[in-house]
């Protein structure tokens, strides 16, 4: 079965510390992958995005991802972060060929980061 | 633009009662969707559409019901409300369905949802 399954439900940590968020998928064939953020009390808003090429993502605010297809896996992560990066974080994959186009999602990990 | 916008922001329902949670987008998206968020349970599909006047089901479409009569709108219906239809509703849209796109989906604001 098609799924997504992210590590960390919640994570805490001091401003500054490194971040590293796991996401493994299943799925058969070529994926589109996707991380969202939702800030509290906001929509969801793409943070990053893979396609195809570099397996090494960079996204909007520092964040970065790296997709290992041999783990079936696309971490997302970030060198040192801000009291302003806790958040909800959702991990999507959808199948990139066939007209299936419906995002398969985890179910969210919650950062928050003390100052 | 104005991008994906949801009415109402919040609302309350006795159980029972009907209501159309509204959702449009300015950007000729073709594909639209609904989700439902509660805790722990992430985002689940409700409906989508991939075009005016064509709607499908996705993982919980139970007690909901949809139509897509232009591009812009798709209007979720809630036909007789239950209390376990608290939740947090999103709207998303995206060019999807075909060709070198990028499919990002774009999310409205969302509308909380209480039941009683």
């Known amino acids: 079965a098609q799924s997504v399954s992210q590590h960390n439900h919640h994570v805490i940590l001091s401003e500054a510390a490194s971040l590293e968020l796991g996401c493994n998928y299943s799925?058969?064939?070529?994926?589109?992958l996707f991380w969202y953020v939702q800030y509290p009390g906001q929509h969801l808003q793409l943070l990053l995005k893979?396609?195809?090429?570099d397996p090494l993502v960079k996204g909007i605010k520092g964040f970065e991802a790296e997709f290992i297809k041999s783990k079936f896996s696309f971490n997302l992560r970030k060198p040192s972060v801000q009291w302003s990066d806790t958040a909800e974080y959702f991990c999507?994959?959808?199948?990139?060929?066939?007209?299936?186009?419906?995002?398969?999602w985890g179910l969210g990990t919650s950062l928050a980061v003390n100052p | 633009n104005a991008g994906v916008t949801q009415t109402p922001k919040f609302q309350v329902l006795k159980t029972g009662q009907s209501m159309t949670l509204q959702c449009a987008q300015d950007m000729n998206h073709e594909y639209m969707s609904w989700y439902r968020q509660d805790p722990g349970m992430g985002l689940r599909l409700i409906h989508y559409?991939?075009?005016?006047?064509?709607?499908d089901q996705g993982e919980v479409p139970n007690g909901y019901n949809v139509s897509r009569s232009t591009t812009e709108d798709f209007p979720l219906r809630l036909l007789s409300a239950a209390p376990s239809q608290t939740s947090v509703y999103f709207c998303?849209?995206?060019?999807?369905?075909?060709?070198?796109?990028?499919?990002?989906?774009?999310f409205g604001p969302g509308t909380r949802l209480t039941v009683l």
């Open positions: 999507a994959v959808r199948g990139a060929t066939g007209n299936n186009r419906k995002l398969i």
């Open positions: 998303a849209s995206s060019y999807g369905s075909g060709g070198a796109f990028n499919y990002e989906q774009f």
């Open positions: 799925y058969g064939g070529t994926v589109n």
């Open positions: 893979y396609f195809s090429g």
């Open positions: 559409s991939v075009g005016a006047g064509i709607t």
